[in-house]
């Protein structure tokens, strides 16, 4: 998709990010379905880094990796709550993108679709546990929120934006992550109340699309990524168009 992107006529480029939206929620899906097996949120994550962010070769399609930024923790929000290890598989990839590429667009992108709502989330939660307000367990405020406040995300992003290998174009945006999360934190460490994220889930499997299990090792996983880096400009084309459109 990265390759042909440039050719891809204006009128259809809608599909092709609704196509990116699809296989980052099926992916999640299957990682649900094998109870988010860590070797396998692994692989998913390593796969969709090197197709995106830490492609090589000419042609970046860097729209591809701005979609990305911009969907993921959308796509997300429907799994969560998962485990603190889960989360930290998850986003590392974007953390490491903050440091070590030049584009300014894809940092924003991560800034903004990122780390900038899990901030707001984090504020917000606070103020209403500190204001006695009710508010659902499920609700973006608590989800969102609590991890925003239980990661350690100051301390990556101090760690990141302090390595030789950070690109010195991107330390300002990394320190001042890392001064909201570390005010953030501190904040949370002096209302009071306990955050944290479950260690064992209990999530209504009807929320999440029914997809055929992950057989052999994860071939049907692998089946998937192959199946999108397959994909052309015309889906109408490609035999396992329904798989994503349906």
Not at 148 to 175: D, P, T
């Amino acid at each position: 998709m990265r390759r042909e992107w440039t050719g891809i006529d204006v009128l259809r480029l809608d599909k092709f990010y609704l196509l990116i939206r699809r296989f980052i929620s099926k992916g999640f899906s299957l990682l649900k379905k094998n109870s988010w097996d860590s070797e396998l949120v692994k692989n998913f994550m390593c796969v969709l880094d090197d197709g995106t962010f830490s492609a090589e070769g000419k042609l970046q399609g860097n729209r591809v990796n701005y979609h990305v930024a911009t969907v993921f923790l959308e796509e997300l929000r429907h799994f969560l709550p998962l485990k603190q290890q889960v989360i930290e598989v998850l986003l590392k990839p974007f953390i490491s993108a903050m440091g070590k590429f030049p584009d300014k667009v894809l940092l924003a992108k991560i800034k903004s679709g990122v780390f900038d709502v899990l901030l707001k989330m984090g504020k917000r939660l606070l103020e209403v546990k500190k204001s006695g307000e009710e508010v659902d367990s499920g609700d973006d405020v608590v989800v969102f929120g609590t991890v925003a406040l239980v990661m350690g995300f100051s301390a990556k992003f101090y760690e990141l934006g302090s390595s030789a290998e950070c690109r010195q174009g991107n330390r300002k945006v990394l320190f001042g992550l890392h001064s909201e999360f570390l005010k953030l934190e501190k904040d949370a460490a002096g209302s009071g109340f306990e955050f944290s994220v479950p260690d064992v889930l209990d999530r209504d499997d009807d929320e999440v699309p029914e997809l055929v299990p992950i057989l052999n090792g994860g071939s049907e996983l692998l089946m998937l990524l192959v199946m999108v880096m397959c994909w052309r400009r015309n889906p109408l084309r490609w035999p396992w168009g329904s798989y994503f459109w349906a």
